[in-house]
């Protein structure tokens, strides 16, 4: 993306890790994030545990949550625990440049559903 952003995705440590592991590990990389930048397509699976979780855990650690998803009726929670809500991924990624500045900014968290 840009040399303002240092992308942190669980996925490229998934297998190497017990499964209690793999969660400690994307726990921690969501807690050491400025900003959490969750996407949630229509019909994904991600919504009903793994990427709510992160939002969740953002949430309690107080890290704003930037929610990008084309959903026609997203999960209230999802909406309540994020500071910004976006139904537009590049209006989405927009957001998140305009929205971080670059001397407050040490790891941003990706999490795109496939």
């Not at 996925?11 to 969501?30: I, K, M, S, W």
């Not at 019909?43 to 930037?66: H, R």
């Not at 991924?89 to 305009?98: N, Q, R, V």
Request: contains cysteine; glycine residues 4%.
């Amino acid at each position: 993306m840009s040399d303002r952003f240092e992308l942190l995705d669980p996925r490229e440590h998934e297998g190497q890790y017990a499964l209690g592991r793999y969660v400690e590990t994307d726990l921690n990389l969501v807690a050491s994030c400025n900003t959490l930048f969750a996407y949630i397509q229509e019909g994904s699976p991600s919504e009903y545990f793994g990427t709510t979780s992160e939002i969740t855990w953002a949430f309690a650690n107080s890290i704003p949550v930037l929610l990008v998803t084309n959903k026609s009726n997203p999960h209230p929670f999802h909406l309540y625990m994020s500071k910004y809500v976006r139904t537009d991924l590049d209006y989405g990624i927009k957001t998140l440049i305009h929205t971080v500045k670059d001397d407050h900014l040490t790891a941003d968290y990706i999490r795109k559903d496939d």
